[in-house]
């Protein structure tokens, strides 16, 4: 409920963390979660974003009051969004998960000091890890056994608080394999009078277990301190204690549970919950970071010698004895005088490190940038949502944006819209099933226009082996796809001549027995007027079929004719001299604008007159068909000029029309033989599949470009002879 109101308000008063203690402020056990809560998030997560609140169940743990803590917390909150939320003990645990439905709704919690924590808490629960706190009882009784060997009887001692009495159960659970050897007796829930009586009455072969006394059966609150100080005065045999801030100087110690390092160990799982790692995926430290400490006083109390304490113990108030006082100062002098003995030997020694380090680093950035910043393959680091978070110069520059723009952002934005579900399945299941892959998909270039683009994938794992991000290598491939599109396209038109050319030979020659056969007929004098007009209707439809026959055979044969340079102004010219009084004849004006100084290109004549007359009929046909009287528009328009690309130069020849234009559905079509969008007497659809094989024998190609109701431009496109005798000649 707090992150989804503040979210949707839309404030910016927002922290990151919530920190929700159990217990007051001033309460020890809570200082040292909360001091390694704080040390765990240095550096990580600015203080100010960091929200400390408490319960203080020690001391108001009923039901009503709970209640209006949650509304209290409910209406301080209600401005804050917080990432992630650290509950600490046991009874804000339960607070939490009480309320997960409502307050706490949607925040991933992290807990630490939960006693002794059980999984099956959480079934049914997302977004939820943390430490277990488990006093480890087994472990206290064997170092019982093993530094008091006479011990008898081990008296539990604590107030009336619910920690207490779950303390109590797990002591007795743990306590089952050593009931042949130790009694257990349980002191609690009683006034402080009685219960500071009953202590007084040990002897020997007791033992004491200090579970910490709060609050006593007739409600008295005592802070810790004070009733670790009271019990103390009269216990008269050791008292054991489980928990790092009640090893006072009145308690003997054991192996505590330590506040410091469970706080430090949910501040780690929070900063991996902050860096976009679900909580729920986290799995819980069941294993509680304890450690054996104990009091200087009580051992030497109680006479045990350190040296039968367990390896690794931590002895608090242990007084210094003169010589480890006053050593660091002996330190210092020794080290002092053994600073300038070595001082330019040391000098000396660090210069060449620094230069061998500088020089060493020096290579390393530019290897760097040799593999990376300067390659021409754009390189970038995404995780799994596709977010980037490393991109190389390449990537900016084929997009046209900016480092700063592109880490951060989701480069599923920059393909089109048509091409993101699939691609979004892709990464799913790439994530699902890491491994290097390959996969093309188009995207958005820094012009606008819309590319293809070929990428590898390796997937970036951590030391653990699980899946961190995806490192990416892409390549332009749009005009690798274009060839391969050109390719099939020339292999396509290759098999259909040898087809057209195998069709052609056979209906020539019916076709020409038809047409001699309908000339019989007209050379009879004593024909009939009607079968004579039959035998001319033959001859005509004869002759459209011979025509279409003539097509099929030339764009069948490869060329064989010798090509020779020749003037571009000259073979429009002769076209042009068949056209003109057709085109004059539909009302169509031709403009034609040639350059007399065009250099020659080699070529074949004859086809690319073929070629020019194509384009001239396609114009007029267009341009009849969108008007049917004259009109201003109804012009034919032939330019050339010269140009240059890629180190060659070329002249293009224009065709231009104010027709009907392309359909967008034709156009992918328009150089396969035979496609057509005339009426069957208006044409075979041979026409430019012809010029388009024309053209590129020659070296050169045929384009077009067209908006429907506009206009149409056909570009012919052929090499200049450059430097040949032939080409001297021609200028000449």
Request: hydrophobic share 40%; aromatic share 8%.
């Amino acid at each position: 409920m707090l992150l989804c109101t503040a979210v949707q308000a839309g404030h910016t008063n927002s922290a990151q963390v919530l920190v929700l203690n159990s217990y007051h402020p001033t309460y020890g056990w809570t200082r040292r979660v909360v001091d390694g809560i704080l040390d765990g998030l240095q550096g990580a997560v600015p203080v100010d974003d960091i929200h400390i609140e408490y319960l203080d169940t020690k001391r108001h743990d009923d039901p009503e009051c709970l209640e209006h803590y949650r509304l209290t917390l409910e209406h301080k909150l209600r401005r804050d969004a917080y990432a992630v939320l650290i509950c600490c003990d046991d009874n804000a645990f339960d607070f939490v998960l009480k309320h997960r439905a409502g307050t706490f709704a949607g925040v991933p919690v992290v807990f630490c000091g939960v006693n002794n924590f059980d999984p099956a808490v959480l079934e049914g629960l997302d977004g939820v890890t943390g430490v277990s706190e488990g006093v480890d009882f087994a472990k206290n009784l064997e170092l019982v056994l093993g530094l008091h060997p006479d011990t008898k009887r081990i008296v539990a001692v604590g107030g009336s608080t619910p920690s207490v009495f779950a303390t109590r159960r797990r002591l007795e659970a743990a306590a089952k394999p050593f009931l042949d050897r130790i009694r257990f007796e349980f002191v609690m829930d009683l006034p402080m009078p009685e219960l500071l009586a009953r202590l007084a009455a040990l002897g020997p072969g007791d033992i004491v277990f200090h579970f910490g006394i709060q609050r006593d059966a007739q409600g008295a609150v005592f802070a810790i301190p004070r009733s670790n100080r009271m019990t103390a005065d009269v216990c008269p045999v050791p008292a054991y204690t489980f928990w790092d801030h009640q090893v006072t100087p009145g308690l003997f110690g054991g192996y505590v549970v330590s506040g410091a390092e469970q706080g430090r160990a949910a501040a780690r799982l929070a900063v991996r919950v902050l860096g976009g790692e679900p909580a729920g995926q986290i799995p819980v430290m069941l294993e509680s970071p304890n450690c054996y400490m104990f009091n200087h006083s009580q051992l030497r109390r109680f006479g045990i010698d350190t040296a039968a304490l367990p390896a690794g113990s931590r002895i608090l108030g242990r007084p210094e004895s003169f010589l480890h006082t006053h050593l660091r100062w002996v330190i210092v002098a020794v080290a002092i005088f053994l600073a300038q003995a070595a001082l330019l030997g040391t000098l000396g020694v660090n210069v060449v490190r620094r230069r061998r380090a500088l020089r060493g680093l020096s290579e390393s950035e530019a290897r760097y940038k040799a593999l990376i910043e300067e390659q021409v393959e754009a390189v970038c680091r995404w995780r799994p949502d596709t977010t980037l978070t490393f991109v190389n110069e390449a990537y900016c520059r084929f997009f046209g944006k900016s480092r700063d723009e592109l880490i951060g952002m989701k480069w599923i934005a920059l393909l089109p819209e048509e091409a993101r579900v699939e691609t979004i399945a892709f990464c799913e299941e790439l994530a699902r099933s890491p491994r290097t892959t390959r996969y093309k998909h188009q995207v958005v270039g820094a012009g606008g226009e819309t590319r293809w683009q070929e990428w590898t994938d390796t997937p970036v794992r951590d030391a653990a082996g699980a899946l961190v991000e995806f490192q990416s290598v892409g390549r332009d491939i749009t005009e690798q796809l274009a060839l391969a599109d050109r390719l099939r396209q020339s292999q396509k038109l290759e098999s259909l001549g040898t087809l057209a050319g195998g069709v052609a030979h056979e209906i020539g020659n019916p076709i020409n027995g038809i047409l001699n056969y309908a000339q019989v007929l007209l050379d009879r004098s004593d024909a009939d007027p009607s079968d004579a007009q039959f035998a001319t209707k033959i001859q005509k439809e004869a002759r459209r079929v011979a025509g279409i026959v003539a097509d099929l055979l030339s764009f069948a044969r490869p060329d064989k004719q010798e090509h020779r340079p020749a003037r571009l102004s000259e073979i429009v010219e002769s076209t042009l001299s068949l056209t003109r009084s057709s085109l004059l004849h539909d009302g169509i004006e031709l403009i034609v604008d040639l350059p007399e100084d065009l250099p020659p290109v080699r070529c074949s004549d004859q086809q690319i007159r073929q070629v020019v007359t194509n384009l001239i009929a396609n114009a007029r046909d267009a341009l009849n068909e969108k008007f049917s009287a004259p009109d201003e528009d109804k012009v034919i328009r032939i330019t050339s000029q010269v140009m240059a690309q890629n180190g060659t130069r070329w002249i293009r020849t224009t065709v231009e029309d104010h027709g009907t234009g392309i359909p967008e559905e034709d156009r992918e079509h328009l150089f396969d033989p035979f496609y057509t969008t005339k009426r069957p007497d208006r044409g075979t659809g041979l026409g430019l599949a012809v010029s388009h094989r024309i053209a590129a024998e020659h070296d050169g190609r045929l384009s077009f470009e067209t908006e429907v109701g506009a206009y149409t431009r056909m570009r012919l496109d052929l090499p200049i002879a450059e430097n040949t005798p032939d080409t001297n000649r021609a200028d000449a």
